[in-house]
Each structure stands twice: as C-alpha cells, then as structure tokens.
C-alpha cells in the first residue's frame, strides 16, 4: 500500500510569491494534517482537514489555507512568500479526525530566495 | 495548552551503549505521547506511542518509553544503540480534545561513535 505521497518533493520560489503543496492521503485515511519544520525545529501544527472541512488551525497567518477534496487529497497553498517560509512542509494522514496516530509523508523542501 | 521539552538538542552515545532520550510534557488532560524519528531528508516514522493502559511501550528497532504521569516524563530508551539509531528523534503530545494535532518537541539529535 502507499503511504502518504507529498509533491512536489522539492522547490524554489521567489519572495512574493504563491507556492501551492500537494497531499495524498493513505488509503482509507480521512483526516490530513499539515506541518512546517524549520531547519532544526521541530514541526509546527498548520491545519487539520476531516471530510473536507477544517478541523483545527495553527498560529499561522492568513497567508496560508488549505483545503481537503472528495477524495480526501489537500492543498497548502501560501500566498506572498517570504524567506521566513522557508522549510520542510509536512504532511500527515490519519484514519479520523480524533484518531492518535499521525503518518507522516516524506515532505516538500520548499526554499524561498 | 500542550507542550513539550526535549532536555538535550545533541546526545552522543558509543555503540553498544544504552540511549536514554529525555522528553517531559504538559498538558491540562490526559494526554497522549509519541516518540517519531527523523532520518535526513526524510518524513516522520512513529517509534511508539502511548494511549491508556500499561505504562511502559514496546516500539519497533527496540527502542521503549516510559510513561510516568508524576514527573511527566515519557522518556525513550534502547538498551544498545547500533550506527544506524543515527538520527533526529521527536517527542510529541496530542490532547483528547485536539484531534490529531500534535505539539512537537524541539527535537534531540542522537549520534552514535563507533
């Protein structure tokens, strides 16, 4: 079975700019969940998205959203970029939305010059 | 609100050694723990968890965490570390009322001399 699938793997983007992540889920998993990882940090909680509504949301700006589709993929979508955002954007599939356990996908390496 | 303290960004251990990885949490209900590890370039690959019942887990490489509800510790162990322990190790919590959110620890580096 595949696991979580995250694209692209890796890109650079300008500042200013609207960068767009993709996650597919496990199969059979509804609940998708988004991290960013700062080199040396540990990952911070973005959005939660359960049947396609959002579930939960981080201190994060309005620059950033999300959304979940029928098919229980989702989007992050970051608008007006800026180098602070750089990182490692994770992405992380569970069966339900109160569901514990959280597989991770291998994560987008999104650089911003 | 949750949150996690890793005590030491960087432990270094020889091979064959025991690794002992320290992780204490606060949360205003019970809570549950997990141990991820991180090997580079890579996503995040659940070590163990901690839910209800018996207090010390069993995770997959051999590695086990305690938890003791008074210390909120839920430290991880491995009785003999191998090269290949090798990488970033992060503890995390998950509140009953927050879904899946998990708050994450700032993360210990684990090197293993040979």
């Known amino acids: 079975d595949a696991g979580v699938t995250q694209s692209p793997t890796h890109l650079i983007k300008t500042r200013g700019q609207h960068v767009t992540l993709r996650c597919s889920p496990i199969?059979?998993?509804?609940?998708v969940s988004w991290y960013q990882q700062v080199l040396g940090q540990g990952p911070q909680f973005i959005f939660q998205?359960?049947?396609?509504?959002?579930?939960g949301r981080g201190n994060f700006p309005d620059r950033f959203s999300a959304r979940q589709f029928p098919n229980y993929s989702s989007e992050l979508n970051v608008n007006a970029l800026l180098l602070g955002d750089s990182a490692l954007y994770l992405c992380?599939?569970?069966?339900?939305?109160?569901?514990?356990?959280?597989?991770f996908g291998q994560g987008t390496r999104l650089t911003v010059v | 609100a949750q949150s996690v303290t890793q005590l030491g960004s960087h432990v270094s251990v020889s091979e064959g050694a025991l690794v002992l990885l320290r992780c204490n949490y606060s949360?205003?209900?019970?809570?549950?723990l997990f141990w991820y590890v991180q090997y580079p370039n890579q996503g995040l690959q659940l070590l163990l968890k901690?839910?209800?019942?018996?207090?010390l887990v069993k995770g997959i490489n051999g590695f086990e965490a305690e938890f003791k509800k008074s210390e909120t510790s839920f430290h991880l162990t491995k009785p003999s570390a191998h090269m290949s322990d090798a990488a970033e190790y992060f503890c995390?919590?998950?509140?009953?009322?927050?879904?899946?959110?998990?708050?994450f620890g700032g993360g210990t580096r684990l090197m293993v001399k040979p």
């Open positions: 199969s059979g998993h509804k609940s």
């Open positions: 992380a599939s569970s069966l339900g939305s109160g569901t514990r356990e959280a597989f």
């Open positions: 998205y359960y049947e396609k509504e959002e579930r």
């Open positions: 949360s205003s209900v019970p809570p549950y």
């Open positions: 995390a919590v998950s509140e009953g009322n927050a879904g899946n959110m998990l708050t």
């Open positions: 901690y839910t209800t019942g018996a207090t």
